[in-house]
């Protein structure tokens, strides 16, 4: 297909930005302008070609958005979950819900029933649940959670009353959601107030005290940050103890991913008292157990490692080792206080750990014997693990082809008992295969494939293909359940993820293998994936399509721009593409631990611009199809990016194949709505239909 859209004139268009005392160009600037009619028309008219390449409203089209909305759809690193004896409390999209939502299950098993829907809960219109907080009050009765507004990345706590059913008026507003702590008696609950990373002028960032009924206004700041630890992005995310008024404070510093931990009683004036300084190691509370805390650090193993800390007497020379490192890494938490996929449940250490990018959960005594290893159908990850009383734990987890499912396990036996499980159509998954192979890197190095499909040894054709990847911030790609993938595969195609470096797939080596100047790495690991898939028979380029989220967009225009000649279509959502535009946004200095420090470092600019996809478009090429989707309100990766990527794509190739914006608007970088979800995955689906060969029409294996 013909692009016949070509950019509108910038205001510059010979535009620069001044880098290191160089004049780094700055291509179609005019597009940074979200406001600017010319910009504006452009847009309704690309969004406009989108719809009629699509089919959007069609009844193919219609059909992939109908099914997508019909699906549970849940956050992975977000999901909340807390339980007391007798309840668990969740936050998720059951299937055919508009919105996450928060719902109580028995312990003992019986139906979900829904707690809070911000639709019909809230006279504020726009309003959703965010999943990173939800903590029930040592006493039971009451819950706190957070709302967020569409498109932003700040929300408000409130408070539910689990007795009367009924949301209390307390409202703290405008804070970057974080898990709070309960205080021990329920009156009220500490909080993190970390605003610095938004860029906005506040007055004092710290640990805050809320008490039930209070105003906002009314808290009081216990642990004011510094200016110098405003200025590094630190967070202060707070944990009570057990039967103790002591908290164990974590500072986590956004700017240089370091963290430090305290221990604090908020009844005496003394300063609280440092188990570990500021460092780069990471760590998370598993519980504590006979004053002793136990922790999963990566302090001395890479790993990392399970120690107890004695509470009297908490510096590092009085830990002792309890579960060494080993050859597998103990999975990564969220960035966060408490573990979320490790824990202590009564005598019981549940640990888990990343084995050939999957989960595996092990028991161990508290002397560090290990016990029992808990069996899994599929390859899984773990979601979150909470203990209960009398040697019981609630699991959350997920696979390729299983939803989110909850049960209730038995740490002595390892028995598990569901609680809540959601399944697809028993025929939408006949004889599909999820199969691990490894291949060969430029340098030797075995990557981990994974294989989602059927006949996946069958070579008397091609196959449409779909290759996914991240390879980034070190974080792990595991088997998790994503509406794509049962949409691709009714469709007659075969589903892959590579596990590129730059993840956490191997703990840090594999990410610093492909970090800073080393970003190629991912690049090339990826293409590696691309030429094994070929040279074994099971694609080509015509049937090849390749798609990544954020970092992962990144990763595809970097493929796109490096290496047009291996695919036929590619798919960036909420995508980095423009790295010196990047630099402009709220927190860049941020990525720059990621990327290199662009404003300071001669060498990892060239390394960056020499792969920054807006800046390596060139004329003649046969580049791959292309789909961007940004979130218009995203502020991590501002949407410019997107259509910039796009103009220079059809300005440089106006009879090239088609390169398209589907902007989603009034998003953010995570947390779309429903229909948001839905109308995008039409798009991308309907997209490959019409750009990869063999794609057949959705619904053939529904």
Same mark, same amino acid.
């Given at each position: 297909?013909?692009?016949?859209?070509?950019?509108?004139?910038?205001?510059?268009?010979?535009?620069?930005?001044?880098?290191?005392?160089?004049?780094?160009?700055?291509?179609?600037?005019?597009?940074?302008?979200?406001?600017?009619?010319?910009?504006?028309?452009?847009?309704?008219?690309?969004?406009?070609?989108?719809?009629?390449?699509?089919?959007?409203?069609?009844?193919?089209?219609?059909?992939?958005?109908?099914?997508?909305?019909?699906?549970?759809?849940?956050?992975?690193?977000?999901?909340?979950?807390?339980?007391?004896?007798?309840?668990?409390?969740?936050?998720?999209?059951?299937?055919?819900?508009?919105?996450?939502?928060?719902?109580?299950?028995?312990?003992?098993?019986?139906?979900?029933?829904?707690?809070?829907?911000?639709?019909?809960?809230?006279?504020?219109?726009?309003?959703? %649940?965010?999943?990173?907080?939800?903590?029930?009050?040592?006493?039971?009765?009451?819950?706190?959670?957070?709302?967020?507004?569409?498109?932003?990345?700040?929300?408000?706590?409130?408070?539910?009353?689990?007795?009367?059913?009924? %949301?209390?008026?307390?409202?703290?507003?405008?804070?970057?959601?974080?898990?709070?702590?309960?205080?021990?008696?329920?009156?009220?609950?500490?909080?993190?107030?970390?605003?610095?990373?938004?860029?906005?002028?506040?007055?004092?960032?710290?640990?805050?005290?809320?008490?039930?009924?209070?105003?906002?206004?009314?808290?009081?700041?216990?642990?004011?940050?510094?200016?110098?630890?405003?200025?590094?992005?630190?967070?202060?995310?707070?944990?009570?103890?057990?039967?103790?008024?002591?908290?164990?404070?974590?500072?986590?510093?956004?700017?240089?991913?370091?963290?430090?931990?305290?221990?604090?009683?908020?009844?005496?004036?003394?300063?609280?008292?440092?188990?570990?300084?500021?460092?780069?190691?990471?760590?998370?509370?598993?519980?504590?157990?006979?004053?002793?805390?136990?922790?999963?650090?990566?302090?001395? +193993?890479?790993?990392?490692?399970?120690?107890?800390?004695?509470?009297?007497?908490?510096?590092?020379?009085?830990?002792?080792?309890?579960?060494?490192?080993?050859?597998?890494?103990?999975?990564?938490?969220?960035?966060?206080?408490?573990?979320?996929?490790?824990?202590?449940?009564?005598?019981?250490?549940?640990?888990?750990?990343?084995?050939?990018?999957?989960?595996?959960?092990?028991?161990?005594?508290? +002397?560090?014997?290990?016990?029992?290893?808990?069996?899994?159908?599929?390859?899984?990850?773990?979601?979150?693990?909470?203990?209960?009383?009398?040697?019981?734990?609630?699991?959350?987890?997920?696979?390729?082809?299983?939803?989110?499912?909850?049960?209730?396990?038995?740490?002595?036996?390892?028995?598990?008992?569901?609680?809540?499980?959601?399944?697809?159509?028993?025929?939408?998954?006949?004889?599909?295969? $999820?199969?691990?192979?490894?291949?060969?890197?430029?340098?030797?190095?075995?990557?981990?494939?994974?294989?989602?499909?059927?006949?996946?040894?069958?070579?008397?054709?091609?196959?449409?293909?779909?290759?996914?990847?991240?390879?980034?911030?070190?974080?792990?790609?595991?088997?998790?359940?994503?509406?794509?993938?049962?949409?691709?595969?009714?469709?007659?195609?075969?589903?892959?993820?590579?596990?590129?470096?730059?993840?956490?797939?191997?703990?840090?080596?594999?990410?610093?293998?492909?970090?800073?100047?080393?970003?190629?790495?991912?690049?090339?690991?990826?293409?590696?994936?691309?030429?094994?898939?070929?040279?074994?028979?099971?694609?080509?380029?015509?049937?090849?399509?390749?798609?990544? %989220?954020?970092?992962? !967009?990144?990763?595809?225009?970097?493929?796109?721009?490096?290496?047009?000649?291996?695919?036929?279509?590619?798919?960036?959502?909420?995508?980095?593409?423009?790295?010196?535009?990047?630099?402009?946004?709220?927190?860049?200095?941020?990525?720059?631990?990621?990327?290199?420090?662009?404003?300071?470092?001669?060498?990892?600019?060239?390394?960056?611009?020499?792969?920054?996809? $807006?800046?390596?478009?060139?004329?003649? $090429?046969?580049?791959?199809?292309?789909?961007?989707?940004?979130?218009?309100?995203?502020?991590?990766?501002?949407?410019?990016?997107?259509?910039?990527?796009?103009?220079?794509?059809?300005?440089?190739?106006?009879?090239?194949?088609?390169?398209? %914006?589907?902007?989603?608007?009034?998003?953010?970088?995570?947390?779309?709505?429903?229909?948001?979800?839905?109308?995008?995955?039409?798009?991308?689906?309907?997209?490959?239909?019409?750009?990869?060969?063999?794609?057949?029409?959705? !619904?053939?294996?529904?």
């Amino acid at each position: 297909m013909r692009n016949p859209l070509g950019a509108p004139a910038p205001r510059n268009a010979q535009a620069t930005v001044a880098l290191q005392n160089r004049r780094i160009p700055n291509p179609l600037v005019g597009l940074e302008d979200v406001e600017n009619e010319a910009t504006l028309a452009w847009l309704e008219q690309q969004h406009s070609h989108r719809s009629n390449f699509l089919g959007r409203e069609q009844s193919e089209w219609l059909a992939i958005r109908d099914y997508v909305a019909g699906l549970p759809l849940y956050e992975t690193d977000y999901f909340g979950l807390t339980c007391t004896e007798k309840w668990c409390f969740f936050t998720m999209q059951p299937p055919c819900v508009k919105q996450v939502n928060i719902y109580a299950i028995p312990i003992e098993g019986g139906q979900h029933r829904l707690l809070v829907d911000p639709t019909r809960d809230f006279t504020e219109s726009g309003l959703r %649940i965010h999943e990173s907080c939800l903590e029930v009050s040592a006493c039971g009765r009451y819950l706190v959670f957070s709302v967020c507004r569409q498109g932003q990345d700040v929300s408000d706590y409130r408070v539910l009353d689990l007795e009367t059913e009924c %949301i209390l008026t307390d409202v703290i507003a405008n804070l970057i959601t974080a898990p709070v702590a309960w205080k021990n008696d329920s009156s009220g609950f500490y909080y993190g107030a970390f605003r610095s990373l938004m860029g906005a002028k506040i007055p004092i960032d710290g640990l805050y005290f809320h008490y039930l009924g209070s105003a906002q206004s009314e808290d009081i700041c216990l642990r004011p940050l510094s200016n110098e630890e405003q200025m590094d992005y630190v967070a202060v995310l707070p944990w009570m103890l057990p039967d103790s008024e002591q908290l164990l404070l974590m500072y986590y510093s956004y700017r240089h991913l370091t963290a430090g931990l305290s221990l604090w009683s908020p009844d005496r004036p003394n300063a609280p008292q440092v188990i570990i300084a500021q460092h780069s190691t990471q760590f998370a509370v598993l519980g504590v157990r006979n004053d002793q805390l136990y922790l999963n650090t990566t302090l001395d +193993a890479e790993n990392g490692r399970i120690v107890a800390v004695p509470l009297d007497n908490p510096v590092p020379d009085n830990w002792s080792e309890v579960v060494p490192t080993r050859s597998a890494p103990i999975a990564r938490p969220f960035p966060g206080i408490m573990d979320n996929r490790s824990c202590l449940c009564g005598e019981r250490l549940l640990i888990t750990y990343l084995v050939d990018a999957k989960h595996q959960v092990e028991t161990f005594d508290l +002397a560090g014997n290990r016990l029992i290893e808990l069996a899994s159908p599929q390859p899984e990850t773990v979601i979150g693990l909470r203990p209960m009383a009398d040697g019981q734990c609630i699991i959350s987890s997920s696979s390729f082809l299983q939803p989110l499912t909850f049960h209730r396990l038995n740490v002595e036996n390892a028995n598990r008992t569901s609680l809540l499980k959601f399944t697809l159509p028993a025929a939408q998954f006949d004889g599909v295969e $999820v199969r691990q192979i490894f291949y060969a890197a430029d340098d030797g190095q075995d990557i981990p494939l994974y294989l989602i499909g059927r006949d996946l040894d069958d070579r008397a054709h091609f196959r449409p293909l779909l290759l996914y990847g991240y390879g980034g911030f070190g974080q792990t790609i595991t088997p998790i359940f994503n509406p794509d993938l049962p949409v691709w595969i009714s469709m007659g195609g075969v589903y892959a993820v590579a596990n590129i470096r730059g993840g956490g797939e191997y703990g840090s080596s594999w990410h610093e293998a492909a970090r800073g100047v080393n970003r190629h790495v991912s690049f090339e690991d990826f293409r590696a994936a691309a030429d094994f898939l070929t040279s074994v028979g099971l694609t080509d380029r015509e049937h090849l399509a390749i798609r990544g %989220i954020s970092n992962g !967009g990144l990763l595809v225009g970097a493929s796109v721009v490096l290496h047009p000649d291996k695919w036929s279509a590619a798919i960036a959502e909420a995508p980095l593409l423009d790295m010196i535009q990047m630099l402009q946004q709220p927190g860049a200095d941020v990525l720059c631990e990621e990327f290199g420090d662009l404003f300071g470092d001669e060498q990892v600019l060239d390394v960056v611009l020499g792969y920054s996809p $807006v800046h390596n478009v060139s004329s003649g $090429v046969d580049y791959p199809a292309v789909l961007t989707v940004p979130a218009a309100e995203d502020p991590r990766a501002h949407p410019c990016q997107s259509w910039k990527f796009v103009a220079q794509l059809q300005f440089h190739n106006p009879e090239g194949r088609p390169a398209l %914006i589907s902007t989603v608007p009034g998003e953010g970088h995570v947390n779309w709505s429903t229909n948001n979800i839905a109308y995008a995955q039409a798009d991308q689906m309907m997209f490959l239909r019409k750009t990869v060969k063999g794609v057949k029409p959705f !619904g053939r294996s529904l």
